[in-house]
């Protein structure tokens, strides 16, 4: 039951914008993400783009429990977001899975700690909004 309300969850949101913006390098540490105001933070680790969300749709559930949802526009292809966050991730030690949807190519999956973080990539041109891309990332912080 929980991964068909955490996929509901994440295709919920996508949606387009079309908006410049900057990929991490792989030279960003988990501690600049602690430090600045654009990071995004979740359990156990964060990334920071140095820009602001296009979407922020992050809420409480009905218990309290803090759903993150957070949309990021680049003009960088999504083979190009994936190469610069992947290796963030796996270096603050999430775990890497894909995940097969027709609503992101790809969807992959970082886990850590009980906790899975979505990020759904898809392509503007795919979805009318030009060239470049768009990442939702979502997640359910722990009870």
Known sequence: ??????FVGVFAVLAGCDDAGNTPSNSQAVTDAKKSSTA???PGGGIDFKKNPIFDNSRK???G???G?????????????????APLMLAQGYSESESKSDKCDPCMIYSKAG?????????????GAGNGSRLLIWWKDKM
């Open 40 to 42: 995004v933070h979740f």
């Open 61 to 63: 559930d009905e218990t």
């Open 69 to 85: 949802s957070i949309t990021f526009s680049f003009e960088n292809s999504v083979n190009s977001v994936l190469k610069a966050t």
């Open 115 to 127: 906790v899975d973080i979505a990020f759904a990539y898809n392509s503007g041109a795919r979805e």
């Open 65 to 67: 429990v803090h759903i």
């Open 1 to 6: 039951m929980f991964k068909k309300v955490f």
